[in-house]
């Protein structure tokens, strides 16, 4: 059962995202419905086992937060606004983490949100990158934007976004080997996300949303059986 701080907490923030989400006008309002609908199941998922309410609904929200931060700070160097996230963009990056914390399985939870994590701010802050990217299929040239696309900086980037979500569980939990297993399963779930960009939605036969949900997917996996 959640204390009257959590719940003050857990109000607080959703308060936050959907002012963020509106003034910034960062979800359309579907999109702003399902994360409030992914926070509230997170909430009571996260009860049922080790992970906590709290604790698994904060996870999610900093996850969007430093993905917004990622999204608002490409916008200030491009000019150029991100298009309103909606239902697929929030289930494609989320489900995989919530279906793990369903199942019980709190390492896969975390290994999702830092897969999505990792590659939010591999795509975002990548396309600052000053050097054409390079089609990971291929490693030829090709224009900034194009699904599968990979610079140095949005490897940098990805690096930093599973990390943070690995220090984060370090923080709380003080296990070296999970942090690390979370860190790696982040840069899977990216590299995976970059081939299957390559290979099927640069070519539409996959929609940015199958592309998400399959390479966390496969980052939730990884960690599950790596410490079965």
Known sequence: MLSFSEILIILI???????????????????ILIGILIGLITIFLGQLNVVG?????????YFFFIGELGTRYRVKKTLKEHEKRSTGNVLGNSLAAVIALALNFPIGFFA????????????????LSTKKPLLITTF???ETGTDGGI???????ALIGAGLIASMHYLLYSSVFFAGIILLAGLI???????????FERKGKLS?????????????VFAVIVTL
Do not use: H, P, W
């Open 13 to 31: 923030v959703m308060a936050f995202f959907i002012f963020i989400s509106v003034k910034k006008k960062s979800f359309d309002r579907k999109g």
């Open 53 to 61: 309410g709290l604790t698994a609904f904060l996870f999610i929200a």
């Open 112 to 127: 999702g949100i830092s897969a999505a994590l990792a590659d939010t701010l591999s795509s975002e802050v990548g396309m």
């Open 140 to 142: 030829k040239e090709v």
């Open 151 to 157: 610079t140095v900086l949005g490897c940098i980037s």
């Open 189 to 199: 779930g990216t590299f995976i996300d970059s081939i299957l960009g390559a290979l």
């Open 208 to 220: 940015n949303t199958y592309v998400n949900l399959i390479s966390t997917l496969i980052a939730v």
